[in-house]
């Protein structure tokens, strides 16, 4: 379960730096948006069996997802300081939720 949370987590990081930061197309927003959402939704539903960490994970999850939207926000109106601190907290959020998976699992 582990490398599927993992596989999800890279797959969801490729299309979205892809479509913000390479190739401008319509579709690729959309399913930036629609992975982000099955992405936290998969977090939760696959952590349903743990105690209260799974709020935690989730919650972890969603600021992931909204960090990534806010990236694409910054990086319409220039702001290069802001686009790298956002996308340094983007890699160590995935690590973390890929890390607090494997532990509590």
Do not use: Q
């Amino acid at each position: 379960m582990i490398f599927l949370i993992a596989l999800l987590i890279t797959m969801y990081l490729i299309v979205s730096y892809t479509s913000i930061y390479t190739i401008k197309m319509r579709i690729l927003d959309f399913l930036r948006i629609i992975l982000g959402a099955v992405f936290v939704v998969f977090i939760f539903i696959t952590l349903m069996h743990l105690g209260t960490i799974k709020y935690w994970i989730a919650l972890l999850a969603l600021s992931l997802f909204l960090n990534i939207e806010i990236s694409n926000y910054k990086f319409k109106f220039n702001d290069k300081k802001a686009k790298l601190i956002l996308d340094i907290f983007s890699v160590i959020m995935a690590v973390m939720i890929i890390v607090l998976c494997a532990i509590y699992m």
